[in-house]
């Protein structure tokens, strides 16, 4: 049965798994966020990519702006990036470097419907070229890139969707900080075993039942 873990009793639960005694009780505390990162990181590296949880943001563009659109807050990756012409079909725009769009916004005639983005123009925004000449839609799939839970924001997509893989990782990142290597062996077991569990349940279905719309 699927649970919901929240940073407070993930906290809680990871000491008695772990049987931390009191002298690594202050180690524990100082390094709990960092197995959090760890343990999102590496169930991302491991997931098939058609289960990685996706969101789909939708927005219009300015026209005759500066070409500069902001990703998602929570934006890992980018999977495409669509706008809507005149003729309401939805165009694929090209991924291309941002030295490339750069040298055709630089051109004199540097507005129309878009062809183009950059995705490297820093980690908070798109580069588009040429500059939009109208206000039209555009569409945005990405790879969520999970919210980090504290005391204030407590869950996220993996703790609602992934709460025992993400639990087993939790366990295998500490354990080996921690060098609790009698530990390592079986929580590595446990960990590959509760992925691969949840591999076969989701593979079975559409991703899209993670997937949000949001408009921006």
Not at 19 to 35: H, V
Not at 84 to 107: C, G, H, M, T, W
């Amino acid at each position: 049965m699927s649970f919901i873990l929240t940073y407070d009793t993930l906290k809680s639960i990871l000491p008695v798994k772990l049987q931390i005694n009191a002298d690594a009780y202050s180690y524990f505390n100082d390094n709990f966020d960092n197995w959090i990162a760890l343990a999102t990181e590496r169930i991302y590296n491991d997931i098939p990519e058609n289960l990685i949880f996706m969101q789909v943001i939708s927005g219009t563009f300015v026209p005759n702006g500066n070409g500069i659109i902001l990703k998602p807050i929570n934006w890992r990756s980018d999977l495409s990036f669509i706008a809507i012409n005149p003729d309401n079909k939805f165009i694929v725009l090209k991924q291309r470097d941002y030295s490339v769009l750069r040298r055709i916004l630089e051109a004199p005639d540097n507005t129309g419907f878009p062809t183009y983005y950059a995705s490297q123009y820093g980690y908070l925004q798109y580069l588009i070229a040429p500059i939009p000449d109208a206000p039209y839609e555009y569409e945005v799939t990405f790879i969520q890139q999970p919210f980090p839970i504290d005391q204030n924001n407590t869950t996220n997509v993996l703790t609602v969707y992934m709460s025992k893989v993400f639990l087993s990782a939790m366990l295998l990142e500490a354990s080996f900080d921690l060098k609790y290597v009698d530990y390592q062996t079986a929580a590595a077991q446990d960990y590959a075993a509760t992925l691969n569990g949840w591999i076969k349940v989701n593979d079975k279905t559409s991703s899209s039942a993670a997937t949000n719309r949001k408009a921006i």
